[in-house]
């Protein structure tokens, strides 16, 4: 059994009913390329990139699936469409649509697929009811973005979304939404290749100095990307800790040990690093994911597992159980 924990989905239905019914969200552009892509704008945003149609297609992303050796694909949303700067009224029913329409995707193939919930975090009390929806829908958990319109993640309005994750018992993946630093990482590619494992240890580094790992035990937090500098530089975080009376001014919580109640993707690429990470945190909490359909991801993900020095326990983990448990995927449809 293999499940990939991260990748990306956007239901071609919020196309239709963005081209049809425009009014019913009038804060959401839905442009068109010459080649008939489409193109999101979002209020105080720029037009997104045009939604590559690997993210709308199942039937290529099944059969990708299919050569890879993944039985289970979570389908998260695309973070260029989370609508962060839309009104919290305006983000809550855009949140709906789009979890409402992975939903139906899921519920029409579940051994194929799970799902995760955008929720409009502008909103902490909305953010917190769209998830109590969005369970009920039959979502297993979260993907939010690392930055929340000018709002990192220890910001109080957040505390309501946090103390409902933890009391449903459903995991929050944090994936980078914005890459920061500015006209330096306009070149090379690095937006992608530098900026957004920045935007990851940054936001984990919110969670842990601002207290709400703390405040919140039952959390089960994900970091894609292998958790992007966090684990590498994990002694550089303790030492701060040590030495600098801001960063113990929220918590006491140490941040090795911190890092030690995170969880983690896989998509690290280089067997040396994805060994360190199981060493420091645990196999246990390593998810495999692809972060499907986009070039900078993992596109054939069990390679690396492969060739990595794991024990069979370890490996199995990695494939699948740990989703599995993490997640509490029941029945059949996602046995190991």
Known sequence: ???????????????????????????????????????????????????????????????????????CQFLAGWLDIFGYTLSGEEATRW???????????????????????????????????????????????????????????DDSSLEPFWSASAELNLPVAIHPVYAGGGERLNKYGMPN????????????????????????????????????YLPYQIGRLQRGYAVDAAARSKTKLEPVDAARALYYDHIVFDPRALRFLCDLVGADRVLLGSDYPFSIGDLNPLKVVEETLLTAAEAEGIRAANTRRIYQLQGDQHAS
């Open 1 to 71: 059994m293999v499940i990939d924990m991260h990748a990306h989905y956007v239901p071609p239905e919020i196309v239709k009913v963005l081209e049809e019914h425009p009014e019913r969200y009038p804060g959401v552009k839905l442009t068109r390329t010459p080649e008939g892509g489409a193109k999101f704008q979002f209020p105080e945003t720029a037009p997104t990139r045009p939604a590559m149609p690997m993210l709308l297609d199942l039937e290529t992303r099944r059969a990708w699936m299919d050569q890879n050796r993944v039985d």
């Open 95 to 153: 949140s709906r649509l789009l979890n409402e329409s992975t939903a139906a995707t899921v519920a029409r193939e579940p051994a194929r697929f799970a799902g995760l919930a955008t929720v409009p975090l502008q909103d902490g009390e909305a953010a917190a009811e769209e998830l109590r929806v969005a369970a009920r829908l039959g979502l297993k958990g979260s993907m939010i973005g690392t930055w929340i319109a000018g709002k990192d993640l």
């Open 193 to 228: 290749i530098v900026g957004r494992p920045f935007e990851t240890v940054l936001a984990a580094a919110n969670l842990i100095f601002g207290g709400v790992l703390e405040r919140h035990p039952g959390l089960k937090v994900i970091l894609v990307h292998g958790g992007g």
